[in-house]
């Protein structure tokens, strides 16, 4: 198979057929490419110049840059095709993904990145202005911001225990119990709630001071003032305890997925040379299931780096600022106060804080993985 | 009270005071005129029937109104649409209406009013609803970017400087000014409250302004009057048991109920709401803040007029914002995480807690609401004063010949309904949006708004009329201290006025967050002030300083 489909792949890398279109087709095929960008950057500048006000000429939206660039989309793919031939045709398959990609992804990344460096109020007279590095310096002595960054370190250690529960959980419903099929609905079920419903349920309800249940069993158990949104440190390990409710089944899930997927013989292996529960689970389970547990754990990092509509609903950020979270911080700055250059510029960084420490987890873990087993 | 019948006795020297006292003492007073006598005792016309009847759906005290309830009162106030327009004048037409839809109130009694309005014009209507933290945000973004994509608004006053200033709404028509009869409006809300350059933009449908809401019971209850004679504590000047009139003594009152039984449960006094709502909770500062604040000698009180330097800072705010952190221990425990919402319709409506300042939704909800269980025990005043006032041009606490200083809070000054530029290239469309808002905002409706929970206050002279509530079934005492604290604060010579700025929810914002800090003992009261103050600062620079010293300079007609 290997012999036959090799040569197929390079013959036309070899350049072979396009060697063989002809020199005219090829300049039609720049032509038009070089047309359209000229025309798409045409557009571009126009409109630039019409919005900065420097021209009368332009269009009332930028719709028309959409359609320029839908044109130029077209008038690329086809100059693929005249100027390479089944090169260009293959390039068809891709270049549609990777306009769509630069158009909804990189472009608005990029115009984020320039909206953070202005000084946008909604409700200035001025409107829009550029003010370079201002909000960066800003948010660094920012008190809120660092506030919420150090509340989301907690956030994040937090997941370390939702990681011990999930694990003992998916152990659980791994070996053979009763009604093991209705558990592992049942306990899937937090994760089908939307965050909001929950905080409404139990944050707000369950765990409300005068009336909730919660506070009335808390009361019986002899806490008699059963506040759980009152007291920073309570108040934080509620909204932990809220936010892994809801996410604990993911991780449980998956574990459990890793869980059935091990293979018996392993384990009975380990039986039969004498290893007890315990020696199994540590000697064998655990190192097997890390790979699996890593993937896990990266993603609810990834989802509790995220966390916002639970606090958002329950307590605003409050007491004091003990709960917020960045997300919950940065969605008041930019909705309450309708401050846009400066929440993007904190959504932003915040933006390059996760890539930088995400990338540099998955490097750990990969490491870690790897000297363990 | 039919609006002729009012001036006539204004003019014949009767105080809207003595109006409220109720049917016998207008009697006695239109006494003083033959006409007022002979428009007293004239039979009932068609259109008191009409008020009659729709104060009837589906009655006070029982249960609280459904769709079905909206539709008919819609259907019932259907009249002077259509005086002005054909049958299926609209077909074809379409429009969008933006408004809240808080605690099931608003867009959806609006959907319920404009059913038959809909079926009559032939017009039809498509809805964004928004919950009232949502509003600012999506309003302001829709004017930013130019996307306004909704034909009418329901909208506060304070978004006047932003919408009308900025070109974005249509004016009203003079037949519009007509069929609402816009001289019916209270005083406080006439222009240049929804005028922006001379040009009338608002059909008002609502009046705004905290008033304080007591519960009667507990200020009667002979246990408490024993041991607050007993009390040797600070009485603020309060030497008999009973509904504090100065922001020292609910102080005192709500440290002296801590710990206390009444009935068999704890009983508390103030509540505060300290977790921020969307800028919204700032108002609630302000209410405990105005008597302090705001001079009689002085129009303004948030800002200096010259130069909109922040007065946030100043001892009197500071002494609300110290009010709040000392009365926090006194109140319910998790007081802390409670917001305005909380306050009102789960705290207080729902028995917890013995004062509480709010809108009027509080009053209206307290005797129709399901959820109430304080219908027949709240009473209503407007907010309490203060023993001294702070005086920002001399820098000194005043005390005032008249007594304590009161200045009521008209917070928000009250939704409207506004009609957007965009209708106006298309006539058909233009008269059909006019012609819903000027539905939504007609007297008759607005009577049974203000009646019932439905987000809105009364705001027309017409709804000070307390033999129509009587008849409807409430009862007198209640709805007569009601629409006394609520004309009493609309109509005081004192009143601290919203400013109408752009923006002003970014400010209050701001002040909440830093607030929220303050109230969980991370920043005194003077620490907290100053970074509210120096936010404020920085948001006007950002906004533009003076335009801003101009808007709010014509905001406070100086």
């Given at each position: 198979m290997a ?5 197929t792949n390079?013959?036309?890398a070899?350049g ?11 300049r039609?095929?720049?032509a ?5 960008t000229?025309g798409?950057l045409?557009v571009i ?6 919005k900065?006000e420097?021209?009368t000429l332009?269009?009332e939206?930028w719709q ?5 660039y839908v044109l ?6 086809a100059g693929?095709?005249?100027t390479?031939?089944e ?9 549609p993904?990777?306009l769509f ?10 115009f984020?990145?320039?909206i ?15 003010n370079g590095?201002?909000n ?6 920012d008190?809120y911001?660092?506030n919420a960054?150090f509340?989301?370190?907690?956030y994040?250690?937090a ?9 003992g959980?998916?152990l659980?419903?791994?070996?053979q119990?009763r ?5 592992r609905?049942?306990?899937?079920l ?5 965050p909001v419903?929950?905080?409404?349920m139990?944050g ?6 005068r ?9 019986h158990?002899?806490?008699?003032n059963?506040?759980?949104f009152?007291d920073?440190?309570?108040a934080?390990?509620?909204i932990?305890v809220?936010?892994a ?18 293979s018996?013989?392993?384990?009975e ?6 290893a007890?529960?315990?020696?199994t689970?540590?000697q064998v389970?655990f190192?097997?299931?890390l790979?699996?547990?890593?993937t896990?754990?990266i993603?609810?990092i990834?989802?509790?780096l ?5 606090i958002?609903?329950?307590?605003s950020g ?8 960045v ?5 008041r700055e930019?909705?309450?106060r309708s401050?846009?250059?400066y929440g ?8 390059v804080?996760?890539v ?16 363990v087993n | 009270m039919r609006?002729g ?5 204004i003019?014949a020297g009767a ?5 409220l006292k ?5 009697a006695?007073?239109s006494?003083?005129?033959?006409a ?7 039979p009932?016309s068609a259109a008191?029937?009409?008020?009659a ?8 005290g029982?249960?609280?109104p459904?769709d079905a309830d909206?539709?008919?009162v819609g259907?019932?106030?259907l ?6 327009v054909?049958p299926?004048e609209f077909?074809?037409v379409?429009?969008?209406f933006?408004g809240?839809n808080?605690q099931?109130l ?9 059913k038959?309005w809909e ?6 209507f498509n809805?964004?609803d ?9 309003l ?7 996307t306004?994509d ?5 909208m506060g006053a304070?978004?006047?400087?932003d919408v009308c ?5 249509s ?5 519009v ?11 406080y ?12 933009y608002?059909?008002?449908v ?9 519960r009667?019971?507990?200020f ?14 600070d009485?603020?000047?309060l030497?008999?048991w009973?509904v ?6 609910v102080?005192?009152v709500?440290?002296?109920l801590k710990?206390?039984?009444?009935k068999?449960?704890?009983v508390y ?6 977790k921020?709502?969307g800028g ?12 302090y604040a705001k001079h009689?000698d002085?129009k303004?009180?948030?800002?200096d007029?010259d130069t909109m330097k ?7 705010w500071?002494r609300a914002i ?5 009365a ?10 409670a917001?305005p919402?909380q306050?009102?319709?789960?705290q207080?409506l729902?028995?917890t807690g013995?004062m509480?300042?709010w ?6 909800n ?5 959820s109430?269980?304080?219908?027949d ?5 407007i ?12 820098g000194?606490w005043?005390k ?8 009521p809070?008209?917070?928000y000054?009250g939704?409207g309904v506004?009609v957007?530029a965009?209708v106006?290239?298309d006539?058909?469309k ?5 012609s ?6 007609g007297?008759?409706?607005s ?5 019932y929970?439905?987000?809105?206050q009364p705001?027309r002279?017409s709804?000070?009329?307390i ?5 409807a079934g409430y009862?007198e005492?209640?709805?007569t201290?009601?629409?006394k ?5 609309y109509n005081?010579?004192?009143a601290?006025?919203e ?5 002003i929810?970014?400010y209050?914002s ?10 969980a003992g ?9 970074a509210?103050a120096?936010a ?11 335009k801003?010293?101009?808007l ?7």
């Amino acid at each position: 198979m290997a012999e036959q489909t090799l040569p197929t792949n390079e013959w036309p890398a070899n350049g072979g057929p396009a060697d063989l279109i002809a020199p005219g087709r090829k300049r039609l095929g720049f032509a038009l490419m070089a047309a359209a960008t000229l025309g798409l950057l045409a557009v571009i500048a126009l409109q630039i110049l019409y919005k900065s006000e420097v021209t009368t000429l332009g269009f009332e939206s930028w719709q028309p840059v959409v359609y320029a660039y839908v044109l130029w989309g077209v008038a690329l793919g086809a100059g693929q095709v005249l100027t390479r031939g089944e090169d260009g045709q293959r390039a068809l398959f891709l270049l549609p993904a990777l306009l769509f990609t630069i158009a909804m992804v990189i472009f608005p990344t990029l115009f984020g990145f320039y909206i953070a460096l202005t000084d946008w109020n909604l409700s200035s007279f001025a409107g829009r202005r550029f003010n370079g590095l201002d909000n960066f310096w800003q948010m660094l002595g920012d008190p809120y911001y660092r506030n919420a960054l150090f509340n989301m370190v907690l956030y994040v250690l937090a997941v370390a225990v939702e990681y011990v529960i999930a694990f003992g959980l998916a152990l659980l419903l791994n070996a053979q119990i009763r009604a093991r099929k209705f558990f592992r609905v049942v306990f899937l079920l937090p994760l089908m709630l939307s965050p909001v419903a929950v905080s409404w349920m139990i944050g707000k309800s369950l765990m409300e001071y005068r009336f909730g249940p919660a506070a009335t069993l808390a009361r019986h158990l002899g806490w008699d003032n059963p506040a759980f949104f009152s007291d920073p440190i309570i108040a934080r390990i509620a909204i932990m305890v809220l936010d892994a409710w809801t996410f604990i089944p993911f991780m449980m899930i998956m574990l459990l997925a890793g869980l059935q997927a091990m293979s018996r013989e392993v384990l009975e292996a380990a039986r039969v040379d004498g290893a007890n529960a315990w020696q199994t689970f540590w000697q064998v389970t655990f190192p097997l299931m890390l790979p699996v547990s890593v993937t896990a754990l990266i993603l609810r990092i990834i989802f509790k780096l995220k966390l916002a509509d639970i606090i958002i609903t329950v307590t605003s950020g409050g007491p004091g600022g003990a709960t917020d979270s960045v997300s919950s911080f940065i969605y008041r700055e930019y909705r309450d106060r309708s401050n846009v250059g400066y929440g993007t510029m904190l959504a932003m960084a915040y933006l390059v804080i996760i890539v930088v420490f995400v990338t540099w987890l998955l490097k750990f873990a990969n490491r870690f993985v790897r000297n363990v087993n | 009270m039919r609006t002729g019948l009012y001036e006539q006795l204004i003019r014949a020297g009767a105080t809207r005071r003595d109006l409220l006292k109720g049917a016998a003492s207008m009697a006695a007073l239109s006494a003083a005129s033959s006409a007022g006598l002979g428009a007293l005792t004239r039979p009932a016309s068609a259109a008191d029937d009409l008020r009659a009847q729709i104060l009837q759906v589906p009655g006070v005290g029982k249960g609280q109104p459904t769709d079905a309830d909206f539709q008919k009162v819609g259907e019932m106030c259907l009249g002077a649409t259509k005086a002005s327009v054909k049958p299926g004048e609209f077909a074809g037409v379409e429009l969008t209406f933006m408004g809240l839809n808080n605690q099931n109130l608003h867009n959806v009694l609006y959907r319920g009013f404009l059913k038959a309005w809909e079926d009559y014009t032939g017009a039809k209507f498509n809805w964004i609803d928004l919950a009232q933290a949502d509003y600012n945000p999506r309003l302001q973004q829709a004017i930013a970017t130019g996307t306004v994509d909704f034909d009418v608004i329901e909208m506060g006053a304070p978004f006047e400087g932003d919408v009308c200033g900025k070109g974005l709404a249509s004016e009203m028509p003079d037949w519009v000014k007509k069929q609402i009869d816009m001289d019916d409006i209270v005083a406080y809300l006439k222009p240049p409250v929804g005028t922006w350059n001379g040009k009338q933009y608002r059909v008002t449908v609502d009046g705004d302004a905290h008033n304080f809401n007591y519960r009667t019971d507990v200020f009667s209850d002979s246990d408490l009057t024993a041991a607050w004679k007993a009390d040797s504590g600070d009485k603020a000047g309060l030497t008999e048991w009973g509904v504090p009139k100065t922001w020292q003594q609910v102080q005192a009152v709500t440290k002296f109920l801590k710990g206390k039984k009444f009935k068999g449960q704890d009983v508390y006094g103030y509540l505060d709401a300290p977790k921020p709502w969307g800028g919204f909770g700032f108002y609630f500062l302000g209410s405990r803040a105005s008597a302090y604040a705001k001079h009689p000698d002085d129009k303004a009180w948030l800002f200096d007029p010259d130069t909109m330097k922040p007065r946030v800072n100043n001892p009197a705010w500071v002494r609300a914002i110290q009010d709040v952190i000392d009365a926090l221990p006194f109140e319910p425990q998790d007081q802390i995480n409670a917001d305005p919402n909380q306050t009102c319709f789960s705290q207080f409506l729902g028995g917890t807690g013995s004062m509480l300042a709010w809108w009027g939704d509080a009053g209206s909800n307290a005797k129709t609401s399901d959820s109430s269980v304080v219908g027949d025990v709240t009473g209503f005043s407007i907010l309490p004063g203060s023993d001294d006032v702070y005086n920002s041009k001399t820098g000194k606490w005043d005390k005032l010949a008249s007594g304590p200083n009161y200045a009521p809070n008209c917070a928000y000054i009250g939704w409207g309904v506004y009609v957007m530029a965009r209708v106006d290239s298309d006539e058909k469309k233009k008269k059909a949006a006019w012609s819903a808002a000027a539905h939504l905002g007609g007297k008759d409706l607005s009577l049974w708004c203000a009646a019932y929970p439905s987000g809105f206050q009364p705001y027309r002279n017409s709804h000070f009329n307390i033999p129509e509530w009587v008849a409807a079934g409430y009862d007198e005492a209640f709805i007569t201290s009601y629409l006394k604290s609520e004309a009493d604060s609309y109509n005081h010579p004192n009143a601290a006025i919203e400013p109408r700025i752009p923006g002003i929810f970014q400010y209050y914002s701001a002040a909440e967050d830093i607030l929220a800090n303050t109230f969980a003992g991370k920043m005194k009261a003077q620490e907290g002030a100053d970074a509210i103050a120096a936010a404020w600062e920085k948001l006007t620079d950002q906004i533009g300083r003076e335009k801003q010293i101009e808007l709010y300079k014509a905001s406070l007609g100086l």
